[in-house]
């Protein structure tokens, strides 16, 4: 069974706030999917140009005078997906809300960023983060010389250290041990911030940026994770196909529910959970589950497949599946659905009933064998990622008279076994005869 994935280009919009402090440096994210041929514009929502960059380089000849000298972008990283926007020197007129368009070949994208700007006793920053993906602490400082940092939690907890142009690991936590980096290009131009990988739990916190050059400097990041639990799941209720999709999570703020027919929107919620029916099953359906708090985006995607029967089998494929993966194998008849197999990157774990009919060709296929008339029904094949879950459903139908037809063609086959030696038995005692009767004949 070979599972096809819809890609289609979302226009998102997501918001988050930032506080800064006065006469100090911020950095307001963004970040996108790499792509080709960025196009990347900063404004206000006063529609203040604040910075401009397409055909691979800053383009100012358009930015505002209050931003003038103020602002930059970390050019060596847009290609890895960072359009974040640096403003030094804060002023308390830089309180506003802040727009981030990205555009490349694949699609765009748009952020909308709260800038608050406190005075120095009130300054921190909260960053929240999704549970088992990446996040980037910020912290930016005025470019000097001979640059020492210090990420700690606490007095002497170290995250990540560097001084002497390199990443300083010795006293690292363990904690954090392959999990932390930094931006090493991008620190002799203010930017010391940390990427934390395979976030856990436990790393919420309150981290500790410091950094020495001619001046010193201290910014403190609270760090929030929260666990985003999304699923699709399908119910029949009076011959209708029902297809749900929620989130499960503490911060629900503006989660966005989406649904598209053939990539077509239909239908649009904010919420935590949103229901679709199935209208026309020769469609494909996809909902988007968008959380602007993380930034995250979460596919689920269903479709009827047409069943292809090979050596009276059928089979439910994962060649897609990189990384971590699930699948499950159901088979529906009327009411009554039943586990078939499911699978992960372990052995499969099949269902007893099935367990001489199934071959597991390799580690992400399943396929079973011996189809016969009862097993006509529903199979369906469920596979779920990261960052997306697909549905696939096979409506398959096997008739007796095949089977009849495969029985009949097996009794031909004993029939002429068995009349062979009949036939072979009287032409045997003919040429008997005929030799006899050779030695009979008179010599000429």
């Not at 596919?299 to 497949?305: A, F, I, L, N, Q």
Request: hydrophobic share 30%; aromatic share 10%.
């Amino acid at each position: 069974m070979v599972v096809v994935f819809l890609i289609f280009c979302i226009f998102e919009v997501t918001q988050g706030v930032i506080v800064g402090e006065l006469n100090s440096d911020v950095i307001l994210p963004c970040f996108f999917i790499p792509g080709v041929d960025e196009v990347i514009h900063w404004t206000t929502s006063n529609k203040k140009i604040v910075h401009s960059f397409y055909t691979s380089k800053d383009q100012l000849e358009y930015q505002d005078n209050d931003y003038s000298r103020r602002t930059s972008l970390f050019v060596t990283e847009i290609s890895k997906g960072n359009a974040s926007l640096l403003i030094r020197d804060l002023k308390k007129s830089d309180e506003n809300t802040y727009k981030c368009y990205v555009g490349t070949r694949i699609g765009k994208k748009e952020v909308d960023i709260t800038l608050n700007v406190i005075g120095k006793k009130q300054a921190g920053v909260i960053v929240v983060g999704e549970l088992n993906k990446n996040v980037i602490l910020p912290c930016s400082f005025t470019p000097g010389d001979d640059e020492v940092i210090h990420w700690i939690i606490g007095e002497d907890k170290y995250v990540i250290s560097y001084y002497h142009n390199k990443d300083q690991l010795e006293n690292q936590d363990k904690d954090y041990v392959g999990r932390t980096a930094l931006f090493n290009n991008e620190i002799s131009k203010g930017n010391a911030s940390l990427q934390i990988r395979n976030l856990r739990k436990s790393d919420e916190n309150t981290y500790n940026c410091y950094v020495g050059t001619r001046t010193e400097k201290t910014e403190y990041i609270t760090l929030q994770v929260i666990d985003l639990q999304q699923t699709m799941e399908y119910k029949w209720d009076h011959n209708s196909l029902h297809l749900t999709c929620s989130v499960n999570t503490s911060t629900s703020e503006g989660i966005t529910i989406t649904w598209y027919e053939n990539n077509q929107e239909v239908q649009k919620n904010q919420s935590t959970k949103s229901s679709y029916i199935v209208r026309n099953e020769s469609l494909t359906y996809q909902c988007t589950i968008y959380s602007p708090t993380v930034q995250s985006s979460w596919t689920g995607s269903w479709r009827m497949k047409e069943p292809i029967m090979k050596d009276d089998s059928i089979t439910c494929d994962c060649n897609f599946c990189n990384g971590t993966f699930n699948s499950k194998w159901y088979f529906k008849k009327g009411t009554h659905e039943v586990e078939i197999a499911s699978m992960d990157k372990s052995f499969p774990i099949i269902s007893t009933e099935y367990k001489d009919r199934i071959d597991n060709l390799n580690k992400h296929n399943l396929t079973l064998r011996k189809l016969g008339p009862s097993d006509s029904g529903n199979y369906i094949c469920v596979i779920k990622m990261e960052q997306n879950m697909d549905i696939e459903m096979t409506a398959v139908s096997i008739s007796g008279e095949n089977e009849n037809h495969k029985l009949n063609a097996k009794s031909h086959r004993k029939r002429w076994i068995l009349l062979v030696p009949f036939i072979l038995v009287p032409l045997g005692a003919i040429f008997k005869i005929l030799k006899d009767m050779k030695k009979a004949r008179p010599n000429e």
